[in-house]
């Protein structure tokens, strides 16, 4: 069974950056369709970015110039690197990933994966 561990998240003042890590246990995951998603105190899970297998971005607008998602095939490891961090930024973490790159970022749009990480805290503080 495919496995996807984040890491990297923290707690941070505004202003502040963090990096976060997805590894990937089969490179068949971590090459294809992979999406990091949030999930903000007291609302639902939300994709923030996404990366195909032709090495496309997708971002959503809360994120867009902030945010960026980066892949290192040698390592099946995907990253999230965030920057200018806010308070409305504070979430549960996760990535997402599936072997089948057809319609990714429209699947990243709906969270319809079934291959998730446990996710990683980012906490945000003013």
């Known amino acids: 069974q495919v496995q996807l561990v984040e890491s990297g998240g923290g707690s941070v003042q505004s202003g502040g950056s963090l990096r976060l890590s997805c590894a990937a246990s089969?490179?068949?995951?971590?090459?294809?369709?992979v999406g990091w998603f949030r999930q903000r105190p007291g609302k639902e899970r939300e994709g923030v970015a996404g990366?195909?297998?032709?090495?496309?971005?997708y971002y959503d607008e809360s994120v867009k110039g902030r945010f960026t998602i980066a892949r290192n095939n040698a390592d099946n490891m995907i990253y999230l690197h965030m920057s200018n961090l806010n308070p409305e930024d504070t979430a549960m973490y996760y990535c997402a990933a599936d072997p089948d790159p057809e319609r990714c970022f429209a699947r990243i749009f709906r969270g319809d994966f079934d291959t998730w990480g446990q996710g990683t805290q980012v906490t945000v503080s003013s």
């Open positions: 089969a490179a068949t995951y971590s090459r294809n369709c």
């Open positions: 990366i195909d297998d032709d090495g496309d971005t």
